[in-house]
């Protein structure tokens, strides 16, 4: 009987080893969103405004710049190579499902960063504690990363056979002599669909992170941070909408027979189209912050469908690249979380409600056109480039045969239900 911590064999029982990728990926997302919200609200309790006399009290500026860049820099490599694990690691029936559940670990995040931080700093009453407690479990989670986690199936020591088999199976072997051609990558019009798609939903995503407090407070009179219930539930609905569409895009797939890209492609239209009309609407709500709290709710839920659309719509263009792609279209994308609140400053320094008004059309609009096209540009087979020259033949013909098989299942559905409607039509004559 073999046994290990994450992967033990007792009599009928087996964990997964995939799914303990799944699981320390997610650990992973979870601490390191749960640090930065932890940064956002211990910062004012680090700083006394006003007291420049006292040598050890960093300036304001000074430790938001320097720790938040730290942060940031700390936490920007966590998506690439997540994303490389999950083209190695999960099957193609599987990917929506433990896309939505993966990726949608830093909305969970947010949510342990506020209520951890905030136990912490109430019954042990330093801000210290809370940064031990954050790099404590930071280093915990490296440790078992280190132990337990695993680049391939192939390399891992405590895989049974039989799952081993199964997502060799489902996946497409890494190509190690492949290098990446970037002057293909840089002109693919997928790849720009997929950095136009991730622009939109950083384009609202920071939109609402750093303008909306800013909204409730100088617009509604409203301070949002110090009412836990609206700080948190939004990202709780996000989540949850994000693991149950993961789901429902798996199921819609294999049960329902829906295209690959028809599923990518719905899910981040919902992400997009909706929140952005949420936030369309919030200004028209004058000054009723439940309304306003309501729209917030539904624009993160309705987000939830994006983690297993396009974010996992880079894995079906790149096996090979799968990490490299996620770093140019998450780098390219996250320009938008600079722009947003420069528009806030220009349109709206009297933070009247016509002023405001004029801020939504524009995250509306800009929403919509990059959603736009991404579904015109947007492909869900991989690229010709993720591929040597032999086996993109191979590849090529395996589509047209696909497509061939279903034009012939669509025919033949078509033929038996024109049968079946002149059954019913003959009937009453006989």
Request: proline share 5%.
């Amino acid at each position: 009987m073999a046994c290990s911590v994450l992967g033990c064999v007792c009599g009928k029982y087996y964990f997964p080893q995939r799914f303990v990728m799944v699981l320390l990926s997610c650990l992973g997302l979870i601490i390191a969103f749960g640090q930065r919200v932890n940064l956002s609200l211990i910062i004012t309790v680090m700083v006394k405004p006003g007291n420049k006399t006292v040598s050890h009290e960093c300036e304001p500026e000074n430790i938001t710049t320097t720790t938040t860049n730290t942060t940031g820099s700390g936490g920007a490599p966590l998506f690439p190579p997540m994303t490389t694990l999950m083209a190695r690691w999960i099957p193609k029936g599987e990917r929506a499902t433990v896309g939505g559940v993966t990726f949608a670990a830093n909305s969970f995040g947010i949510i342990a960063g506020s209520a951890f931080s905030g136990l912490i700093k109430i019954f042990i009453g330093t801000w210290e504690s809370v940064f031990y407690f954050w790099g404590l479990i930071g280093i915990i989670w490296y440790i078992f990363m280190m132990l337990y986690g695993y680049s391939e199936p192939s390399s891992h020591p405590h895989i049974l056979p039989k799952e081993k088999e199964f997502i060799e199976a489902n996946t497409v072997k890494r190509e190690k002599k492949l290098k990446p051609a970037w002057g293909k990558v840089l002109i693919d019009p997928v790849v720009w669909g997929l950095i136009f798609g991730q622009y939109g939903h950083s384009w609202l995503i920071f939109f609402l992170a750093t303008n909306m407090p800013k909204y409730y407070k100088d617009v509604l009179k409203f301070d949002m941070k110090r009412n836990t219930m609206v700080s948190s539930l939004p990202y709780l609905l996000q989540w949850v909408a994000s693991v149950g569409s993961g789901w429902a895009g798996d199921w819609m797939i294999k049960k329902k027979g829906y295209s690959v890209a028809f599923i990518r492609k719905s899910y981040t239209t919902v992400a997009s189209v909706f929140p952005s009309l949420c936030l369309l609407a919030m200004p028209y709500c004058g000054c009723q912050s439940t309304f306003v709290t309501i729209l917030l709710c539904l624009s993160l839920f309705t987000m939830g469908p994006f983690y297993c659309g396009l974010k996992v719509n880079v894995i079906d263009v790149t096996i090979n690249f799968s990490g490299i792609i996620m770093a140019l279209v998450n780098g390219l994308g996250a320009i938008a979380g600079y722009v947003s609140p420069y528009i806030v400053g220009l349109v709206a320094p009297d933070n009247t409600l016509y002023q405001w008004k004029i801020v939504m059309w524009i995250i509306f609009i800009g929403a919509s056109v990059t959603n736009i096209l991404y579904i015109v540009m947007g492909k869900a087979t991989r690229s010709k480039w993720d591929m040597l020259p032999e086996e993109w033949d191979e590849y090529k013909n395996k589509l047209d045969q696909e497509k061939a098989e279903k034009k012939a299942k669509a025919l033949e559905k078509k033929a038996k239900q024109q049968e079946e409607k002149s059954k019913k039509q003959a009937g009453p004559s006989t």
